[in-house]
């Protein structure tokens, strides 16, 4: 087996699709959200949008489930669902 079919095959059977299989399980509570960008700049996946000083959102279909925003939110916005 060549190198690049070995590493192929290790990409197939390994994290990625561990990965792919993590969903979104949080969501920002606009209520308490205060639009400081943390969680957006922390996600890897850029599953967080919003603008400035306004209520974020994470996009359901992009989050990986990760759990890092949660983690960087300093009011407690962020909550599973
Ligand atoms: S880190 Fe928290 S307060 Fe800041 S934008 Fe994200 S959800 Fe809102
Ligand atoms: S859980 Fe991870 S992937 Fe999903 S929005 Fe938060 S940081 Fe991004």
């Given at each position: 087996m060549g190198v690049l079919t070995f590493l192929k095959q290790l990409g197939n059977t390994g994290t990625n699709d561990q990965a792919n299989d993590r969903t979104c399980r949080y969501r920002i509570d606009a209520e308490v959200c205060r639009g400081?960008?943390?969680?957006?700049?922390?996600?890897?996946?850029?599953?967080?949008?919003?603008e400035r000083g306004r209520a974020h959102a994470i996009d359901a279909q992009i989050c990986k489930g990760c759990a890092s925003c949660v983690r960087w939110c300093r009011v407690k916005a962020i909550h599973s669902i």
């Amino acid at each position: 087996m060549g190198v690049l079919t070995f590493l192929k095959q290790l990409g197939n059977t390994g994290t990625n699709d561990q990965a792919n299989d993590r969903t979104c399980r949080y969501r920002i509570d606009a209520e308490v959200c205060r639009g400081c960008g943390r969680c957006k700049k922390v996600c890897r996946a850029g599953a967080i949008r919003g603008e400035r000083g306004r209520a974020h959102a994470i996009d359901a279909q992009i989050c990986k489930g990760c759990a890092s925003c949660v983690r960087w939110c300093r009011v407690k916005a962020i909550h599973s669902i």
